[in-house]
């Protein structure tokens, strides 16, 4: 296989700080000590990110056009800041599939930033999802065959856990991420890194 053919799987997303991992490593913590063991596969906490977009396999030549196209769609978003929230579940608390946390702090500016990213995107023929854009960061996956009172004591348990926002910081990058998916687990790794434009004053 030549260069040109070669297609990595990527991904757009905010990085978050190591003391934000940490306190998602507690948190999961509780949580597995509250759900049935083995009803769900647990996102590592250092690959906990806030998705931007997901591009799936992309022409690994077409890359560096990519992030030329990102950086001058971002230079002009100013910094913001973000933290996190209280957990719930998707689709709702009998049938989930998806355990989250949630996104607060300046929400809207997120919104501008993955606008911009997914035109810049659209621009080099990416296809955006049709749904409205969800901020969350995924930290659980239901796995799949699991009874119906499972998933109620799983949705139970997110209900159930008691946290306060945390992890407040200031969003000055975002990265390009390649995903490498391995027996153990996806595996991720930075490829470009883009910074976000001038401060707020």
């Known amino acids: 296989m030549t260069e040109r053919e070669e297609r990595w799987r990527l991904f757009w997303a905010v990085p ?4 934000v991992h940490t306190h ?6 509780e949580l597995i000590r509250r759900v049935p063991g083995g009803s769900v596969r647990w996102v590592p906490p250092g690959n906990v990110h806030v998705t931007l977009a ?3 396999d992309w022409n690994r030549s077409d890359i560096p ?14 910094t913001f800041s973000l933290q996190v929230e209280a957990p719930g579940v998707f689709p709702n608390v009998r049938r989930p599939r998806v355990i989250w946390l949630g996104i607060g702090g300046d929400v809207d500016a997120l919104r501008r930033l993955q606008g911009a990213v997914a035109q810049a995107l659209s621009a080099l023929g990416w296809k955006a999802e049709k749904r ?5 960061l995924t930290i659980g996956r239901v796995r799949k065959g699991q009874s119906g009172d499972v998933l109620a004591r799983i949705g139970d348990a997110v209900q159930h856990v008691r946290t306060s926002p945390f992890g407040r910081h200031r969003v000055r990058e975002i990265i390009l991420y390649r995903s490498v998916l391995k027996p153990s ?10 910074a976000l434009g001038n401060e707020l004053r």
């Open 16 to 19: 978050l700080p190591d003391d």
């Open 132 to 136: 409205p854009y969800t901020p969350h």
């Open 185 to 194: 687990g996806a595996e991720y790794t930075p490829v470009a890194r883009v």
């Open 24 to 29: 998602i490593e507690r948190l999961q913590r």
């Open 65 to 78: 056009r990519m992030v030329e196209r990102v950086t001058q769609a971002v230079k002009t978003v100013p």
């Open 54 to 56: 997901f591009l799936g």
